[in-house]
């Protein structure tokens, strides 16, 4: 069952409407566990299991740790609850990349030993549930929050169905405590719900999905293009890679405004961030946070040194790399995200331009020459992340970082207007005025606005984006990016 | 309590606002289409002007031959030059090139009625050994953007499956909504392709049945053997299940049949190709292939390996030189065959 089916539409205003019709909390509660497992179960089949796996391992591996009387036997269930969910994930994962992996390591070493690959179908949505099940556990390892008592709202925070294919990740304590209450669908969460799927519909069909043939069409054989080219695609993967996964997330935001089981922000204009950790506070957020949370910090985090920031950094980035697919690209994008990180840190209130530069830093032309760099280099890692091999990523680098001046008269058009574009751009943040109605337009929360204005207008809104849908859907629409991770 | 009194509950107005909404996004679609989209189509997409040709062409007391197929045979025939040979000959003959991109026989036969009403002398058949191995799958736009318009009879219909089938015959509700993948097209003839003509599509062709071609840049021999290296090799050991029974060998034989039911000639006309694609045909793929065009019972004409490879800008379609060359050797067929 796919967010942008008739299926899932019937299948939501059932929910709704049961919701609205149940007077007890507990009936409540159930009937989202069997509309989540229901769910899931049309999109993943058999593979049910996993989740109620992971479901009953982490809530009595949380309730024993709560129990158990020493530290070392806390962590000998924390130990052996990260084994038994994590080799559910690896298996799924990265059975097949290790065997790989390890039958290049043995041609190498000239043993004629090979291991067989096994046809293994990535359950969806594995990676999000098992990290907010693990979540759990380390909180209450950590002694940031008490076991839950009842195992239904255990399973319901594990299952529930808007976040369940492709997160956000959500916390336990961000969520159980919402369970206390009675389930009340409310007028204003219906109308910010409705505004942010269609928001969400919107950057992920329209967009999204109407950029991706044209990223794939380079990326399959960028061998021969341009660096034109080559910037350009990767400049829309970025743009596809962000609406595709924020459309998702906004979507599922929107589905739990409605309900009123709300999840967090995953996303915070992160092509906006003036600095590779601030695009990490910005990006995915709830995947950052817990990797800062139960992998940088306990590593020792930025409190042992120097080298030792660095090399956790670099640890901690490797894995979110890992995190995203089993293939090597991702393990390089992780550690470029890890490199990036570390030379920010390193260079950060360390190095001075002059005082006057550092003055024009500080202003908003500043802060918009902040801006493009840091997209510079983070769209050099989208290019890392989307190559399909180490060959095509080479050569797509050479093209990123050193620009061959091969331009069509159509592409010499477009790079004038881009240059224009952004002349003027500085040009009106000179003005204090501009500037600062500049900032406010993209700082302003606007599906708040918009899900704020009176009927008459949101129609206006509604009716627009639905009329892009209809018009601008692709007619074969790839699935969402992050299902695969 | 008066009824005019009540308040409506604001969850109910919400639900209520959003379901117009969405009734108006329809509504303005369907306008859309009607009012702009449909016609547009209808005048630039090649499928749907050829159709039109056929329906809207005027009878002549001049013999009328009609090129079709691929875009080998659109982007290499020029009616002009033609017309111009035949005229030298102290003959005279109306040509016309109505041949699609990535035509196959099978979607070919969408308009056989067509051509059949439009009663031509002559039809000649541009067919590439290819085009006889694949193109069983005809893309869904295509179908349906012709869908409710043709005539189809028994054999025909019998060739096509049933989804294929299911979309030559959608509700015309869902056909304007799948004709949405057009939209990008029309907005680029609105506005790239008026600032830069030929930069992005070639519409000034869609609409031309004498001299339908865009002039393009040669590739190099070198682009053009490393495009060749990467082409599968066609073999008849490889692909003889789609070879034996493949529908597009029946809708050939078909379509020929149907023609010369109807007192129209019939001409097969090989088409040619870059000698450094046809080097990835296999001789025996050759000869069955010809052997196969053998009992279609109608002269064909073999292109294929007739020009060298500085007659193609890429491995398939020919330049300026090679159409020219192209269109001459053409005429000579015709001038031969007006005589007989």
Not at chain 1, 178 to 184: A, E, S
Not at chain 1, 248 to 259: E, R, S
Not at chain 2, 178 to 194: D, E, H
Request: proline content about 3%; overall charge neutral; some cysteine.
């Amino acid at each position: 069952m796919e967010f942008f089916s008739v299926e899932f539409a019937i299948f939501f205003i059932f929910v709704i409407v049961a919701l609205i019709a149940l007077q007890k909390q507990k009936f409540q509660h159930f009937l989202l566990i069997i509309a989540s497992y229901l769910f899931y179960w049309s999109t993943s089949d058999i593979f049910l299991v996993i989740l109620l796996f992971i479901t009953l391992i982490t809530f009595y591996a949380g309730d024993a740790i709560h129990k158990a009387g020493n530290t070392g036997r806390k962590k000998a269930i924390l130990i052996g609850v990260l084994v038994a969910s994590l080799s559910f994930l690896g298996f799924f994962k990265y059975y097949n990349f290790g065997i790989d992996n390890f039958n290049t390591l043995l041609q190498l070493l000239n043993i004629d030993t090979r291991f067989s690959f096994i046809s293994i179908f990535l359950p969806i949505g594995i990676s999000f549930y098992t990290f907010s099940g693990l979540s759990y556990v380390f909180d209450i390892y950590l002694g940031k929050i008490e076991p839950e008592e009842y195992l239904y709202k255990y399973a319901l925070f594990i299952s529930y169905f808007p976040h369940l294919l492709a997160g956000p990740i959500v916390r336990a304590g961000q969520f159980l405590p919402q369970l206390k209450h009675h389930i009340v669908i409310v007028p204003a969460g219906i109308k910010l719900g409705i505004t942010l799927i269609a928001w969400g519909f919107f950057k992920k069909i329209v967009i999204a999905d109407t950029i991706a043939p044209i990223v794939s069409a380079t990326f399959a054989d960028p061998q021969g293009s341009t660096s034109f080219t080559i910037i350009v695609a990767t400049v829309l993967f970025g743009i596809q890679i962000y609406c595709d996964f924020s459309g998702y997330i906004d979507i599922a935001l929107g589905c739990a405004h409605i309900i009123g089981l709300h999840l967090p922000e995953n996303f915070n204009r992160p092509y906006f961030s003036k600095s590779p950790t601030e695009f990490w506070r910005r990006w995915n957020i709830t995947l950052s946070s817990f990797i800062k949370d139960y992998v940088y910090i306990p590593l020792g985090g930025n409190r042992k040194g120097k080298v030792r920031t660095y090399v956790n950094l670099m640890a901690s980035m490797l894995l979110c790399g890992l995190w995203h697919g089993a293939a090597w690209n991702f393990v390089l994008w992780g550690g470029y995200q890890g490199a990036l990180l570390s030379l920010h840190k390193m260079i950060h209130n360390r190095i001075s331009f002059g005082k006057r530069v550092d003055q024009v830093l500080d202003t908003h032309s500043g802060l918009f020459i902040k801006i493009l760099i840091t997209q510079y280099f983070i769209f050099f890692g989208w290019l890392i992340f989307r190559c399909q091999n180490l060959q095509d990523m080479v050569y797509c680098a050479k093209k990123y970082l050193f620009i061959d001046f091969i331009f069509s008269r159509f592409e010499i058009l477009a790079i004038i207007i881009i240059i224009l574009t952004v002349v003027l751009f500085f040009i009106l943040l000179q003005n204090q005025k501009c500037a600062s109605c500049i900032v406010r337009l993209i700082s302003t929360d606007w599906i708040t606005t918009i899900s704020g204005l009176k009927l008459s207008h949101w129609f206006v809104y509604l009716w627009v984006i639905i009329l892009l849908l209809i018009m601008f859907s692709p007619s074969s629409r790839p699935e969402f990016i992050y299902f695969q991770f | 309590m008066k009824l005019s009194s009540r308040k409506i509950h604001p969850a109910i107005r919400i639900v209520a606002t959003a379901s117009f909404a969405i009734l108006c996004a329809f509504i303005c679609y369907f306008s859309f289409t009607a009012f702009f989209l449909n016609p547009w189509l209808e005048n630039n997409q090649r499928e749907l002007t050829v159709l039109n040709f056929y329906s809207h062409k005027n009878t002549s007391a001049v013999p009328e031959i009609f090129f079709i197929g691929t875009s080998q045979m659109k982007e290499g025939l020029d009616c002009y030059l033609i017309e111009d040979d035949v005229r030298a000959a102290n003959s005279s003959v109306l040509c016309y090139n109505l041949a699609v991109n990535a035509d196959t026989p099978l979607r070919r036969l969408t308009e056989l009625d067509a051509i059949i009403q439009a009663r031509p002398e002559i039809v000649v058949i541009g067919t590439d050994i290819r085009n006889m191995y694949s193109g069983e799958k005809i893309e869904e736009s295509r179908l349906i953007l012709v869908a409710n318009k043709i005539n189809l009879d028994a054999p025909s219909t019998e060739l096509f499956d049933a989804e294929q089938l299911g979309l030559l015959h959608v509700h015309p509700l869902e056909k304007d909504i799948a004709n949405r993948v057009y939209i990008v097209s029309y907005l680029n003839y609105l506005t790239i392709n008026k600032l830069a003509p030929n930069s992005v599509a070639d519409y000034e062709y869609r609409n031309n049945f004498k001299n339908p071609y865009k002039n393009v840049e040669n590739a190099s021999i070198e682009e053009k053997t490393a495009r060749a290296d990467s082409y599968d090799p066609v073999n008849d050991t490889v692909f003889s299940k789609n070879y034996g029974d493949s529908v597009n060998k029946l809708a050939l034989k078909h379509t020929i049949r149907e023609l010369q039911k109807n007192n129209i000639t019939v001409i097969i006309i090989e088409m040619p190709g870059d000698p450094l694609a046809m080097q990835k045909i296999s001789a025996t793929t050759k000869n069955n292939y010809f052997s196969f065009l053998n009992t279609t019972g109608v002269t064909y004409y073999n292109f294929q390996d007739r020009y060298p490879s500085t007659y193609f800008h890429d491995l398939s379609h020919m330049n300026v030189q090679g159409r020219t060359s192209f269109s001459h050797d053409i005429a000579q067929i015709i001038i031969q065959d007006v005589e007989q």
